[in-house]
Structures are given as C-alpha cells and as structure tokens.
C-alpha cells in the first residue's frame, strides 16, 4: 500500500487520537489532583496533568495543520479554523475545532492564574471537561476510526474512566450542595461530657 498520498490523512487520524486519549488521561489526572482526599501526591500529580496538557494541545495543532496537506479533504486554513464552515461533516468537525480552542484557551490561562486570581482561574478550569466532552463527540462524530474496535478499546481505557471520576465529581457537588456533607451538630457539653457519678463505695 502506498501511504504516500494518504501521509497528511494518516498523521491527522494520529495526532486527533493522540489527542482525545491524552486528553482523556489529563482530566482524569486533573480530578484526582483536586480530590479532597488526603494521600495523593498533588507535586506529581500536577507536573503530569501539565506535562499532558500541554502534548494534548500539540496533538490537537498536530490534528488540525495536516489536513491542510491533505489533497482530499483540502480544507484550507477557514476548514480547520473556523467552526460549522467545512463542508466534513460540519456540526462534528465544528465541534472538534470549539473544543480545541477551549482546551488551548484553559489550558495556557494555567500560567497566568496569578493575574486572574487563583479562585476565578479554577472557576473557569472546570469548564475544561466540557470542551473535553465536545472533543469525545467530535471523534466520535467526525472520526473515521470511531468504528475501529482497536481505537474503541483504547480510547474506552481512558474515556470511561475520565467520564467515571468526572460523574463523581458532580454528584459530591450537588451532594455538598444540599448539605448532606456537612458535619453533625457538636453536643452540648454537658452530654458530650457528663459528669460521672461517684460510685457507692467511694469516700
């Protein structure tokens, strides 16, 4: 088989999946680094949540630049730039070009949190998982291997429990909202430590 031709569309299939499943481990990474539960190496943790972020973002220009070369598609620079103007299957290759600029907007505000300010910067961050979830539609869409049983595989290793851990996230928010976390009422002292009678015997 001759690649030659088809060289621009196998590297775009591969740096899109390269994507979504670095993607996919970087919100996993990212919710277990937020987690409240005490033992996580949150130094570690946040160097590779970065460290993903940031080859994500590569993989996704990676993604996009080589359609370009591609004689088929032939998208040009609006194609690839511009959401629902392509004429690929527009509203998921719109989708996956929303996504993008998401990820690389949130993902690059990491280094200006100062400026922002911590709490609006992580306020803004949670919106990462919805760009992320319009990536996993854009593939699934749009993708050309989304039917692949191999690429299924691989990208259910990542993307179930990214999505698992994400659903817990939610539901220990809105379970937090309703007060169901909030701690028992402290008793009074006189329960919480009664006065111990003096036996009969005691003098």
């Known amino acids: 088989m001759n690649v030659a031709p088809h060289l621009f569309w196998i590297t775009s299939r591969a740096g899109g999946g390269a994507a979504l499943l670095l993607a996919s481990a970087s919100v996993a990474v990212g919710l277990m680094m937020s987690s409240k539960r005490?033992?996580?190496?949150?130094?570690?943790?946040?160097?590779?949540?970065?460290?993903?972020?940031l080859t994500t973002l590569a993989m996704v220009a990676l993604h996009g630049l080589s359609l370009l070369g591609d004689s088929y598609l032939s998208p040009g620079l609006a194609g690839i730039a511009i959401p629902f103007v392509?004429?690929?299957?527009?509203l998921w290759t719109g989708l996956g070009i929303v996504a993008g600029y998401g990820l690389a907007a949130l993902g690059l505000t990491y280094?200006?949190?100062?400026?922002?300010?911590?709490?609006?910067?992580?306020?803004?961050?949670?919106?990462?998982?919805?760009?992320?979830?319009a990536a996993v539609a854009h593939t699934i869409g749009a993708g050309t291997d989304a039917a692949q049983w191999w690429f299924l595989g691989a990208?259910?290793?990542?993307?179930?429990?990214?999505g698992a851990l994400l659903i817990l996230r939610w539901l220990g928010r809105r379970w937090d909202a309703?007060?169901?976390?909030?701690?028992?009422?402290?008793?009074?002292?006189?329960?919480?430590?009664?006065?111990?009678r003096p036996s009969k015997g005691w003098r």
């Open 178 to 196: 309703r007060g169901y976390s909030n701690p028992a009422p402290a008793l009074p002292a006189s329960l919480a430590n009664p006065i111990r």
């Open 38 to 53: 005490p033992g996580a190496n949150k130094r570690d943790l946040r160097a590779v949540h970065e460290a993903m972020s």
């Open 111 to 133: 280094y200006l949190r100062d400026r922002i300010g911590a709490a609006r910067w992580r306020r803004l961050h949670r919106l990462t998982a919805v760009f992320w979830l």
């Open 86 to 90: 392509g004429f690929y299957r527009p």
């Open 155 to 162: 990208s259910a290793a990542l993307v179930i429990p990214a």
